[in-house]
């Protein structure tokens, strides 16, 4: 693939858009790669996945604008189905997928890191729905993903004004979960930058996400996207059906038994693992 990469880090996988002379910027192409990529994940071994931007600038800034400058209204409707194909996959991907906002998240940025399930980002983070100053609608899911949140009021002004927002804004208004800094010495030099602080933070998520029992962790996933499309009444019986579908297997028999014995050390050594 030329615009995407993918590696392994013990059990969490990295997928990095990797389009850096165009700011990492959503082609038909970076399209069809990321949804390549997530096609190949190995879901017995991978238990969370990260998505982030190649360098330190910019993570997404937007579908690519000289691509769709010229599209007919055909070809703007097939475009947009083609991103809206992926970032459902994205959002009912059956593992968690974290994603690490290095930089500008704009328009498609903005509304890809919205089909993950969690967002941190870096200081130097830049938000915005900029789709009306262009003469076009956010396409990818940005007027229903943003709405549901944030609130209804913020995502209209964010959308109506075209406004972008920086990263402790963001976390202000509830987009992203955390705010990750570069690391400074005493003589205020940096040590680690906001890229790398950002990985590390968002890797040690993962991991931790990566050590919980994974059928529980993909059911909460699932229980949570599902119950959310529906009314509370019908949301009680998704969970139901979910929290049920965890026993008898092989993470739930170990993971009480491990409560019950009191073991602590055995408590330490158990390695859930998929067993269905
Ligand atoms: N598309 C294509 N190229 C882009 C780009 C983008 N979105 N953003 C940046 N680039 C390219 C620039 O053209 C430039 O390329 P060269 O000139 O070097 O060849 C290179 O990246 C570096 O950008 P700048 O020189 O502009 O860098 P600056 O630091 O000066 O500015 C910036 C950074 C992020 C503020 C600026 O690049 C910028 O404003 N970029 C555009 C941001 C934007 O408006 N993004 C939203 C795009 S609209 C739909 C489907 C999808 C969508 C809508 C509808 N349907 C089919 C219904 C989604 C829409 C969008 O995402």
Redesign the pocket.
């Known amino acids: 693939m030329e615009f995407v990469t993918y590696e392994v880090k013990d059990r969490v996988g990295i997928i990095t858009i990797s389009r850096e ?3 990492n ?3 038909s192409q970076v399209l069809d790669e990321l949804g390549e990529a997530f096609d190949a994940v190995d879901l017995n071994e991978i238990r969370c996945i990260v998505l982030t931007g190649a360098g330190e ?2 993570f ?9 400058s010229s ?1 007919t209204k055909a070809e ?9 194909d992926l970032f459902r996959k994205i959002e009912t991907f059956p593992i968690p997928v974290i994603a690490a906002v290095n930089g ?1 998240a ?6 890809i890191s919205m089909s993950c399930d969690i967002r941190i980002c870096s200081e130097n983070a ?1 938000f ?4 009306v ?2 003469g ?5 899911g ?1 007027t229903q993903r943003l709405a549901r949140l944030v609130s209804p009021g913020m995502a209209k002004q964010l959308i109506y004004t075209a406004r ?1 927002i920086k990263a402790d804004e963001a976390y202000r208004i509830g987009l992203v979960n955390k705010v990750v800094k570069a690391e400074v010495n005493e003589a205020g030099e940096v040590t680690v930058s906001a890229k790398d602080a950002l990985m590390a933070e968002a890797l040690k998520m993962a991991a931790g996400i990566a050590s919980n029992a994974p059928i529980a962790v993909r059911n909460c996933k699932k229980a949570i996207n599902d119950g959310l499309a529906v009314d509370m009444d019908k949301a009680i019986v998704i969970e139901e059906k979910l929290f049920g579908d965890c026993f008898e297997t092989e993470d739930q028999k170990a993971g009480m038994a491990n409560f019950l014995e009191k073991d602590k050390e055995k408590k330490l050594k158990v390695v859930p693992f998929a067993n269905k």
């Open positions: 002379k165009a700011l910027a959503l082609n600038k910019s997404v800034a937007g579908a690519d604008i000289g691509e769709m599209l703007g409707e097939a475009f947009g189905k083609k991103g809206n500008f704009l328009g498609g940025g903005c509304e830049v915005g729905q900029p789709e100053g262009l076009i609608t956010p396409g990818f940005g972008n």
